[in-house]
């Protein structure tokens, strides 16, 4: 252990944490002792800690505010559960479906990245935050006007009017999607072990690439621009290497979330602007640039609304009150310097022992 | 800082463990297998929005449900058991709508009256069929809803209101030339508007403009209007909730357009929205089951009730989780079940006996076939002088 880099221990942590927390979570859930409340909240747990990490790279690494994380989570999600729907029946294996439905949800993801990349990277300043917002609005808009079918004679896809496709689900024909319905009758395929899983690849991919000499470049322009640029660092290609990462992880949230229910649509409470500020508190909370925060954090403010059911009304206001707090133990200088005074006689404390061995 | 890192973090696992374990406490057994013999009252549960954008309806429902509850048990219970009734909050999300089914199942809840919205509806129902209980949902009325064997509706379903709109209209002769706004991310305005515009053609009338809004703008309807307008449109059909719709007649009167109005059953309501002035909604015709000043006892003692216990007057919502939880009562006494069968054994005896019951509700007399659609008449209102006045 002593021979690894400081970093590679650190991140060495975050994968035992995770993996004593899934431990934890099968043998409650084999042995019977989770309740149905618990293991039904599982699947959003992950699915929020991956669109969180995602974000976290971009908004943490890369130094760029993103709005519209929920919108690629949107993009992923429909795309996942649209090539899902397509080969229902052709494909029997679930794991198979599942897996083909991720890669397509995450490519499309980090392709609509690269497309909101394209311009907006180039600039400097807020415009990533404007642009993103815009984006996962629209999105939203778009799949709610869209109408796609398959019927005996091919597929249709209108716009708007979807009255104009005749749909007789008697004979097999049936919505893909079915404009503010969105997709229904998705199977179940997403799990925890799958979270799980999805959770360990997207923290290997982003630990390596803010270790590498990519990661170091794309951490230069968020500190300094001008000398990144000098050094001759192209900052729009590492800038857009970053973003589209991030959104496609945030794509592999998406297909997991739209596999977790039946019914898939894009309102603003799932995928609009509010989710996507929910995501970025997540990361704040979490501590930008710290991806175990960001799960950390995730899972607290995602298992917390649900664990106070038993509160009624009074939930929604221990829940503000309690993100309050966290930003307060943060980021005020009295918790800031109380921290310091901790963390120096803890340090007092380890020294001493260092001295003694 | 390090040091301190580690010790943050190692506490906030700490703390993430601490709350993944706190769902794990005693009430899990109750709520899985044995769901308890020693109890000796039916649990049934109800999901629907009481927080958020849609919290009025969720509200009704969970006022009406539990007034229906409270009778039950006054006049003895059902099979000789009293009812337990809890309410979880789902904030119209899907998502949320799963763990409030969750946790009324950790609960022990062994029939569910909910949910109150179609799209948690739609993700609920997979998980109430794949756990074998009855669930009747009050208001939640697209046909996704009840693909289900074990999900039966109170509600009428959106395809049978819209073309029972278009049909009343071209029957009655109310128009000619025809307007249809419409809320085209909502799933209920946007399933009506379809089946209606289909209808139509096959009615006598014409339909001149169809013209869509969104959740994100909802607050101004003037272009829409003036395309109404401009189109000659002498009736505007406006399938989506009554909080719109207020704006809609306001902004009609504002511009001097003076069409029929036409809604349905999410129109129901407008009568008691806060600051709406009345008289913009006279003559405005609406196709709805329940009608608050109908004259026969059940629903006048129903509106007494709930006018004293929550200071309003019901509207549809309420009226419908009302006969949803007779209809759960009806199922469970042809059923004969006992409180201390499983939700499942509950399920297995009550969900065919669903397509034998009739229920004689406050919205009409109610059948339901094997598919889990309700049969029963639509009926359609005037306003007059601020009041519902029955159109025949």
């Given at each position: 252990?002593?021979?690894?880099?400081?970093?590679?221990?650190?991140?060495l942590?975050?994968?035992?944490?995770?993996?004593l927390?899934?431990?934890?979570a099968?043998?409650?859930?084999?042995?019977?002792?989770?309740?149905?409340?618990?293991?039904?909240i599982l699947?959003?747990?992950?699915v929020?800690?991956?669109?969180?990490i995602?974000?976290?790279?971009?908004?943490?690494?890369l130094g760029e505010?993103?709005?519209?994380?929920?919108?690629f989570?949107c993009v992923g999600?429909f795309?996942?559960?649209?090539?899902t729907?397509?080969?229902q029946?052709?494909i029997n294996?679930?794991?198979l479906?599942?897996t083909?439905?991720?890669?397509?949800?995450?490519?499309?993801?980090?392709?609509?990245?690269f497309?909101?990349g394209i311009?907006?990277?180039r600039l400097k300043?807020d415009y990533?935050?404007i642009v993103t917002?815009?984006?996962?609005?629209?999105?939203?808009?778009?799949?709610n006007?869209?109408y796609?079918?398959k019927?005996?004679d091919?597929?249709?896809?209108a716009i708007?009017?979807?009255?104009?496709?005749?749909?007789?689900e008697?004979i097999?024909e049936?919505?893909l999607?079915?404009?503010?319905?969105?997709?229904?009758r998705i199977?179940?395929?997403s799990?925890f072990?799958?979270?799980m899983?999805?959770?360990?690849?997207a923290?290997?991919?982003?630990f390596?690439?803010v270790?590498s000499?990519s990661?170091?470049?794309i951490?230069?322009i968020?500190?300094?621009?001008?000398?990144?640029e000098?050094?001759?660092?192209?900052?729009?290609k590492?800038?857009m290497?970053?973003?589209v990462?991030?959104?496609?992880i945030a794509?592999a949230?998406?297909?997991?979330?739209a596999?977790n229910?039946?019914t898939?649509t894009?309102?603003p409470t799932n995928?609009?602007?509010?989710?996507?500020i929910m995501?970025l508190v997540?990361?704040?909370?979490?501590g930008?640039?710290?991806?175990r925060g960001s799960i950390?954090a995730?899972t607290?403010?995602?298992?917390l609304?649900?664990?106070l059911?038993?509160?009624?009304?009074?939930?929604?206001l221990?829940?503000?009150?309690?993100?309050i707090s966290m930003?307060?133990?943060?980021?005020?200088?009295a918790?800031?310097?109380w921290k310091?005074?901790?963390?120096a006689?803890?340090?007092n404390?380890t020294?001493k022992?260092?001295?003694?061995? | 800082?390090?040091?301190?890192k580690?010790l943050?973090?190692v506490?906030?696992v700490?703390v993430?463990?601490?709350?993944?374990?706190?769902?794990c406490?005693?009430?899990?057994a109750?709520g899985?297998a044995?769901?308890?013999?020693a109890?000796?009252?039916f649990?049934?549960?109800?999901i629907g929005?009481?927080t958020?954008?849609?919290a009025?309806?969720?509200t009704a429902?969970?006022?009406g449900a539990?007034?229906?509850?409270?009778?039950i048990n006054?006049a003895?219970?059902?099979?000789g058991?009293?009812i337990?009734y809890?309410?979880?909050d789902?904030?119209?999300?899907?998502?949320k709508?799963?763990?409030?089914?969750n946790?009324l199942?950790?609960w022990?809840?062994?029939a569910?009256?909910?949910?109150v919205t179609t799209?948690p509806?739609i993700a609920?129902?997979?998980?109430?069929?794949q756990d074998?209980?009855?669930?009747?949902?009050?208001s939640?009325?697209?046909?996704?809803?009840?693909?289900?064997?074990n999900v039966?509706?109170?509600c009428f379903?959106d395809?049978?209101?819209g073309t029972a709109?278009?049909q009343?209209i071209?029957?009655g002769?109310?128009?000619t030339?025809?307007a249809?706004?419409?809320?085209s991310?909502d799933v209920y305005?946007?399933?009506i508007e379809a089946t209606?515009v289909?209808e139509?053609?096959n009615q006598?009338?014409e339909?001149?403009?169809?013209?869509?809004?969104?959740a994100?703008?909802k607050?101004d309807?003037?272009?829409?209007l003036?395309?109404?307008?401009?189109?000659g449109?002498?009736?505007?059909?406006?399938?989506?909730?009554?909080?719109?719709?207020a704006i809609?007649l306001k902004?009609?009167?504002?511009?001097?357009?003076?069409?029929?109005?036409?809604?349905?059953?999410?129109?129901d309501?407008?009568?008691?929205?806060e600051g709406f002035?009345t008289?913009?909604?006279?003559?405005v015709?609406l196709?709805t089951p329940f009608?608050?000043?109908?004259k026969d006892?059940?629903?006048?003692?129903?509106v007494a009730?709930?006018?004293?216990?929550y200071?309003?007057i019901p509207?549809q919502?309420a009226a419908?989780?009302?006969?949803?939880?007779?209809a759960?009562?009806?199922?469970?006494?042809a059923a004969n079940?006992t409180?201390?069968?499983?939700?499942?054994e509950?399920g297995?005896?009550?969900i065919?006996?669903m397509t034998?019951i009739t229920?004689n509700?406050?919205?009409?007399?109610?059948?339901?076939?094997?598919?889990?659609?309700?049969?029963k008449?639509p009926k359609a209102v005037?306003i007059k002088?601020?009041v519902?006045?029955a159109?025949d």
């Amino acid at each position: 252990m002593k021979n690894l880099k400081k970093s590679s221990k650190d991140h060495l942590i975050t994968y035992g944490i995770l993996l004593l927390v899934y431990i934890v979570a099968e043998i409650l859930i084999k042995t019977g002792n989770m309740s149905s409340l618990m293991q039904g909240i599982l699947v959003p747990v992950c699915v929020y800690s991956l669109v969180a990490i995602g974000l976290n790279l971009c908004v943490g690494y890369l130094g760029e505010l993103s709005l519209g994380h929920a919108g690629f989570m949107c993009v992923g999600a429909f795309c996942g559960a649209y090539t899902t729907k397509m080969l229902q029946g052709t494909i029997n294996n679930e794991i198979l479906l599942f897996t083909i439905a991720l890669v397509v949800g995450v490519i499309m993801a980090a392709l609509f990245g690269f497309l909101v990349g394209i311009p907006v990277l180039r600039l400097k300043g807020d415009y990533l935050a404007i642009v993103t917002l815009a984006f996962g609005e629209i999105i939203k808009n778009i799949i709610n006007v869209l109408y796609i079918a398959k019927c005996s004679d091919g597929m249709k896809v209108a716009i708007t009017d979807g009255g104009a496709i005749e749909v007789d689900e008697a004979i097999g024909e049936m919505w893909l999607v079915n404009g503010a319905k969105g997709i229904n009758r998705i199977p179940h395929l997403s799990n925890f072990t799958i979270g799980m899983i999805l959770i360990f690849v997207a923290l290997f991919v982003v630990f390596h690439l803010v270790d590498s000499r990519s990661g170091r470049a794309i951490m230069a322009i968020r500190d300094n621009r001008i000398a990144a640029e000098s050094v001759g660092i192209n900052i729009t290609k590492y800038k857009m290497m970053a973003f589209v990462i991030s959104a496609a992880i945030a794509g592999a949230g998406g297909v997991l979330y739209a596999h977790n229910l039946s019914t898939l649509t894009a309102t603003p409470t799932n995928f609009g602007y509010n989710m996507s500020i929910m995501i970025l508190v997540f990361v704040v909370l979490g501590g930008m640039g710290s991806f175990r925060g960001s799960i950390i954090a995730a899972t607290i403010l995602t298992i917390l609304p649900e664990g106070l059911r038993g509160l009624a009304d009074y939930r929604m206001l221990i829940y503000s009150v309690l993100l309050i707090s966290m930003m307060l133990f943060n980021w005020a200088p009295a918790a800031v310097n109380w921290k310091k005074k901790v963390m120096a006689s803890i340090n007092n404390k380890t020294s001493k022992k260092g001295q003694v061995e | 800082m390090k040091s301190l890192k580690k010790l943050l973090s190692v506490a906030l696992v700490g703390v993430m463990c601490v709350s993944v374990l706190a769902g794990c406490d005693s009430n899990t057994a109750s709520g899985q297998a044995s769901a308890g013999a020693a109890t000796e009252t039916f649990k049934i549960g109800g999901i629907g929005p009481i927080t958020g954008g849609a919290a009025i309806y969720g509200t009704a429902v969970m006022n009406g449900a539990q007034i229906a509850v409270d009778e039950i048990n006054a006049a003895g219970g059902i099979n000789g058991y009293q009812i337990e009734y809890k309410f979880e909050d789902d904030t119209h999300d899907a998502e949320k709508s799963v763990n409030a089914y969750n946790s009324l199942k950790d609960w022990g809840m062994q029939a569910l009256v909910g949910t109150v919205t179609t799209t948690p509806c739609i993700a609920v129902a997979d998980y109430t069929a794949q756990d074998g209980m009855l669930e009747i949902t009050p208001s939640a009325s697209s046909t996704d809803v009840i693909v289900n064997d074990n999900v039966f509706q109170v509600c009428f379903t959106d395809p049978n209101q819209g073309t029972a709109s278009a049909q009343y209209i071209g029957e009655g002769n109310l128009a000619t030339k025809v307007a249809v706004i419409y809320d085209s991310s909502d799933v209920y305005s946007s399933g009506i508007e379809a089946t209606f515009v289909k209808e139509a053609e096959n009615q006598n009338f014409e339909v001149v403009a169809v013209e869509a809004f969104t959740a994100d703008s909802k607050t101004d309807f003037s272009t829409q209007l003036q395309k109404a307008q401009s189109a000659g449109a002498d009736l505007v059909f406006l399938p989506f909730y009554y909080q719109e719709a207020a704006i809609v007649l306001k902004q009609a009167k504002d511009m001097d357009y003076a069409p029929v109005f036409f809604g349905v059953d999410g129109m129901d309501g407008i009568l008691t929205l806060e600051g709406f002035d009345t008289t913009l909604a006279e003559g405005v015709i609406l196709l709805t089951p329940f009608a608050a000043d109908a004259k026969d006892e059940a629903t006048q003692k129903f509106v007494a009730t709930y006018q004293e216990k929550y200071n309003e007057i019901p509207n549809q919502f309420a009226a419908d989780a009302y006969d949803a939880v007779y209809a759960v009562k009806a199922a469970l006494e042809a059923a004969n079940a006992t409180p201390s069968q499983t939700a499942q054994e509950i399920g297995n005896l009550a969900i065919p006996a669903m397509t034998t019951i009739t229920v004689n509700g406050i919205t009409g007399e109610m059948t339901w076939q094997a598919t889990g659609e309700v049969s029963k008449t639509p009926k359609a209102v005037v306003i007059k002088d601020g009041v519902y006045v029955a159109m025949d």
